[in-house]
T-cell receptor, first 113, second 108 residues
Framework: DGGITQSPKYLFRKEGQNVTLSCEQNLNHDAMYWYRQDPGQGLRLIYYSQIVNDFQKGDIAEGYSVSREKKESFPLTVTSAQKNPTAFYLC????????????FGPGTRLTVL | AQRVTQPEKLLSVFKGAPVELKCNYS??????LFWYVQYSRQRLQLLLRHISRESIKGFTADLNKGETSFHLKKPFAQEEDSAMYYCALNTNAGKSTFGDGTTLTVKP
């Protein structure tokens, strides 16, 4: 199951702290995505990036930030401004065409204590 | 803005029975549609995409632009089909939207 990795698998944070989730891919994909998955709500798009040094807000970007300095890496920072950060976070990548499949990482479960 | 609706959160059928998971979308442009599946303790993965017009594990899905639907069908469900199924829509601008998912249970 190589290709796209996320770390850590579980993450705990105190309220008021920022935390960064890692996403790395070795598929040579141009596009990368971050989703939030809550029970009964499916996947909601946080941010996406179609090329290095460029990214766009998704549907629920408030309280999150990203960077795309390298093609293979797309870290997500959950800031203290995010009102309800406890969730399961999924990263995905694709070659960049709208017809192409997204490949998903194993996810990170973030819990705010 | 695009939207994907999966009206059934839970669907239960008996082994050997036909199954249909519904997906409706709204998008003003030309959509690219996908079905993804998540089996227990596995990653989310592609099941099929409309552009390929193929059958995977006995599943098919036809894009109906008039009804803005992309329902997933299988004539004879198997127990190993039990999983969470997501319908997804991609736009030309690279944005991706998922439905809320349907949990399919196939009973023996």
């Amino acid at each position: 199951d190589g290709g796209i990795t996320q770390s850590p698998k579980y993450l705990f944070r105190k309220e008021g702290q920022n935390v960064t989730l890692s996403c790395e891919q070795n598929l040579n994909h141009d596009a990368m995505y971050w989703y939030r998955q809550d029970p009964g709500q499916g996947l909601r798009l946080i941010y996406y990036s179609q090329i290095v040094n460029d990214f766009q807000k998704g549907d629920i970007a408030e309280g999150y930030s990203v960077s795309r300095e390298k093609k293979e890496s797309f870290p997500l920072t959950v800031t203290s401004a995010q009102k309800n950060p406890t969730a399961f976070y999924l990263c995905a990548s694709t070659s960049g065409f709208s017809t192409d499949t997204q490949y998903f990482g194993p996810g990170t479960r973030l819990t705010v204590l | 803005a695009q939207r994907v609706t999966q009206p059934e959160k839970l669907l239960s059928v008996f082994k050997g029975a036909p199954v249909e998971l519904k997906c409706n979308y709204s998008y003003s442009g030309s959509p690219e549609l996908f079905w993804y599946v998540q089996y227990s303790r596995q990653r989310l993965q592609l099941l099929l995409r409309h552009i390929s017009r193929e059958s995977i594990k006995g599943f098919t899905a036809d894009l109906n632009k008039g009804e803005t639907s992309f329902h997933l069908k299988k004539p004879f469900a198997q127990e190993e089909d039990s999983a969470m199924y997501y319908c997804a829509l991609n736009t030309n601008a690279g944005k991706s939207t998922f439905g809320d998912g349907t949990t399919l249970t196939v009973k023996p």
